[in-house]
């Protein structure tokens, strides 16, 4: 590359970002470890690959507002740019979010269709609409950072952990995005799962003449996951640990401080260990199996939403706004959450229904309209079942607050001895004394007007340490989790079967199993995907080879393997009903899970995503060199 | 997405269709079950005025067996290829091939005729079309002919096709008893995706010994290519790994595959070996003339 080719003054040697994080002191852990093992791994360019397409329409409204329609997972940070740089108050622009076709942090900032059919419909004068072809969504890209990752662990002979030196190189693209954060997750993140005493990460993020990179499911976390979660497989095997054995021992405790200054409330890995350990019938497999197949083990974990804004603002992290019909019945829940096909208009419908006490179906959800909805910050960092579901079960609530008093006077009942529940309000104890919920919404309205609820929710102040960059991996609740993988390998052309995944993870109290289940499942696919096949390829000049659905490959519903997923008992205190994340955390043992499960049935550990059928015959090619060369007879010895 | 500036023509029968075509020109394409020529006007990978839509021609979609020949119409989907009794009875090879290909939504539209014609050097229905020795029977307006469909590809997406010549049909003989045929492909996943390597695999065998085969290769040379030497090899021997396996070897050096997305050059000439040492295996087991042992 040409020394002046896209150099920018402003950042020496093209290292946009440089964090230089040292916890504890990792010489004196290096000295006290028993066994040291260094490794170094390489990522690869994921894309999310959305099947929606970016697409907005813009219009401007005759009183001069902007209206932009935009497939988008973060309204309020769209909306928020676009007031910046049209250089316009934010009350002059109307954001309206349609139900968007997936996201995965593609979708996670303003794009380019935003801006310019705004400025289209301005020169116009017309409504403009401006989509993506699949094309433009991969030169967009803002998909994972390629990392090239070196760790060193250090432990004691019984497989605890004394020190972790980690050195990242994260090759991002021609634009910052939100590579910055990714590139300090990519540190932080580490120190969630495992006690590690003591730790030091460089990361250096790089411009590189490539699309920008960005944050997608896991921002800047699976890479370094998949690295770490294989190092200490190879560490436990090196040592003749039981790979599970060696996290039970290290696994993170509830109420903990990590060495980075997060605060962990609930955490239940060491359940969702032993669980999948029975499940997957780990003890009569492993180890156990023919040549060609293998089982591997994998954690994982992600923040339950991020514990601070993009930009700095004080306004709570969600709003939500309850309004009763004036019958009674229904209640219409605005918050400017975004559905993106995760399912979160369900979950936060039902929490609403449970903070109101009136059944799911008098719930409507008004989420995509910046002039009903107050703001949401939107649906990245797994936040919104934590902080949205808060916001709108205290809005049920300050409802319920609202009318008790109208049914205590018309039951009377003391008002502390009544509760809302199921469409009626009656003695906490007494069932036989109740009235309809609506009957007493109705009183409310008849004597002060609209029955309005309101609720909103801002982490815990103070989250985080302070040192620089210390806000990037903190969060309310973490999510933990762990997966078991079983594959086959064919030994003569390297093609990997994905058969079995048995998974465990720790969301909390689930609201909704099913839609825990269903990100499970979505996870594993897409986690299996960038783990065997899927890579963005680029020519010599930047640019690249497979920008199509037909060579850039993402698994087909034939590729699926078998998949179990289950949950282990847990109750996060600062969630809602006791709930956190699963939608990015669950990808997370998935890379580490097949790395180790392919090892185990070939024999040799790639340590380069994707792993290839032809990087898996390459290694196995070079075995067997080393093992002709060590099984010489060397003449003079013994 | 509306492709600009076509003109279709909805053919009423072939003789019509090649009339279209002589008529228009090079500005004139065939369409049959589009999956090919459509992707490629919409990424303007093509550019033709005219399509001539083969689609409502009546009678070209089926698969006859009369006196010995399979008999398969050019307008044949993937789909019906895979599914037909008659092809699973007595080509099942070619069947396998067209249940590897692409997705559901795909076969169903993707037509034999289409497979064969656009000459695709990864396409997956002719390594096995040669080894059965297949026959390409065609229309245009000279005159009907027969080509011998290893005389038909001449370099990639280029055949021995006229102008305004298309496929009627395509002529197999019913494979004998003593003879097996097998097609296997390695692709990246196991659906929506071009074959990396394919290769089908005849054997012929008499009196305990191999008395003929022939070796497709496919996806690794600008068109299919008989591996002439490795199917040589098998002459007079016996159908064991062995010999299958030595055949594996010598393919390998036969084919002349480069390096793409998909795969390595090397990678592929690996592949060459393994695909065609399971695809003889594969064949040598479907062979029925075997004596039958009696059952204890």
Known sequence: MSEKFLRDEKYKNNINTRVDHHFGDIEKGFKEADYTREETFIGNHVYQAPMEPHASIANIEGDGTILLYSSTQVPHYLHYQLARVFERPLGTIRVVRPHVGGGFGGKAEAAPTDYISICLAMKTGKPVMVQYSRKDMFEHFRGRHKQYITYKIGVKKDGRITAVKSTIYLDGGAYSSFGVISAYYAGSMLATLYKIPNYKYDGYRLYTNKPACGAMRGHGCPQPRFAFESLLTMIAEDLGIDPIKIREINAMDPNTRTVNDLDIRSCELKATLTAVRKKSEWNRKYGKLKPGHGIGIGCGGFVSGAGYPIYRSKFPHSNAIIRITEDGHAAIVEIAAAEIGQGSETVLAQMAAEGLGIPLERIRMKSWDSDISPIDLGAYSSRITLMGGNAVSRAGRDVVEKILPYAAKELEISAEDLVAENGVIRHKSDKKKFMAWSEAARMYFSENGPLVGTGSYSPPEGLGGTYKGAPVGTSPAYSFGASVCEVSVDLETGKVSIEKFTDYHDCGTPINPMAVHGQVEGAIVMGAGETIMEDTVFDDHGRIVNPNLHEYLVMTSKDVPEIFSGLVDSYEPEGPFGAKEVGEGATLPVLGAIAHAIANATGVWVKELPITPEKILKALDEKRKKDEKTSKPKCGCD | ?296
């Open chain 2, 1 to 296: 997405m509306k492709i600009p500036g076509i003109k279709l023509h909805n053919a009423a029968d072939l003789a019509n269709a090649c009339s279209l075509l002589e008529k228009y020109g090079e500005s004139a394409k065939a369409l049959a079950g589009g999956t090919d020529l459509v992707v490629d006007l919409k990424q303007k990978r093509a550019v033709f005025e005219h399509i001539v839509v083969l689609g409502g021609i009546a009678g070209l979609d089926e698969i006859k067996l009369r006196k010995g020949i399979l008999q398969i119409g050019a307008l044949t989907s993937l789909a019906s290829l895979a599914e037909s009794r008659i092809i699973k009875k007595h080509l099942p090879a070619l069947s396998d091939a067209a249940s590897t290909m692409a997705t559901p939504q795909v076969r169903n539209m993707g037509t034999i005729g289409g497979n064969v014609a656009m000459a695709v050097p990864s396409a997956d229905l002719p390594p096995t079309l040669i080894a059965a020795n297949a026959r390409i029977i065609t229309d245009s307006p000279t005159g009907s002919r027969i080509i011998p469909i290893r005389e038909f590809f001449t370099g990639p997406r280029k055949t021995v096709l006229g102008a305004a010549e298309l496929i009627r049909e395509i002529e197999i003989d019913v494979p004998p008893a003593n003879s097996g045929l097998s097609y296997k492909k390695f692709q990246l996943r196991n659906s929506a995706a071009l074959a990396v390597v394919g290769v089908a695999a005849s054997l012929v065998v008499e009196d305990g010994k191999i008395s003929d085969a022939c070796i497709v290769l496919g996806a690794v040379a600008p068109t299919p290519l008989i591996a002439v030497k490795a199917s040589r090899s098998l002459i007079g021997a016996k159908p064991d790994f062995e010999a299958f396996a030595n055949a594996g070897k010598i393919a390998c050096e036969e084919g002349k595959p480069i390096s793409d997305i998909r795969g390595s050059k090397e990678f592929r000439c690996r592949l060459i070996g393994v695909l065609t040492r399971r695809a003889l295996e594969e064949a040598n087991g479907r062979i029925r003339t075997a004596p039958k042992r009696r059952k204890n």
